[in-house]
Nanobody, 124 residues
Framework: QVQLAESGGGSVQAGGSLRLACVAS????????MGWFRQAPGKEREFVAA????????RTADSVKGRFTISRDAMKNAVYLQMNSLKPEDTAVYYC?????????????????WGQGTQVTVSA
């Protein structure tokens, strides 16, 4: 199994920035892509961004395109999410996960068990 640990959340004002980090441990050879998801209160969990372990392929949800950037450090089994120009509607618990490719992440198929997530709160 893969264990996931997210960090970096916090409270910021609209227009601010945060950088989230996620480290994978355990069966790290079982996946070839990592991604970020979020779940706002009362809403379903949604896809945010994904990156192939090669770093060549990325996918980003339209709602965050141009503001959020995903990156990875293969040596550390880590994925990052740089979030700029944050908006109140970005408020959510953010989770990372793994899959065989970025499409699987974008469609939320074949994912590992979820971690605890990290809370991001954006005030107006």
């Amino acid at each position: 199994q893969v264990q996931l640990a997210e960090s970096g959340g916090g409270s910021v004002q609209a227009g601010g920035s945060l950088r989230l980090a996620c480290v994978a441990s355990g069966r790290t050879l079982s996946f070839d892509a990592m991604g970020w998801f979020r779940q706002a209160p009362g809403k379903e969990r949604e896809f945010v961004a994904a990156i192939a372990w090669s770093g060549v392929s990325t996918r980003t949800a339209d709602s965050v395109k141009g503001r959020f950037t995903i990156s990875r450090d293969a040596m550390k089994n880590a994925v990052y999410l740089q979030m700029n120009s944050l908006k109140p509607e970005d408020t959510a618990v953010y989770y990372c996960n793994t899959a065989t490719d970025t499409l699987a992440l974008a469609t939320m198929k074949g994912l590992a068990s979820w971690g605890q997530g990290t809370q991001v709160t954006v005030s107006a």
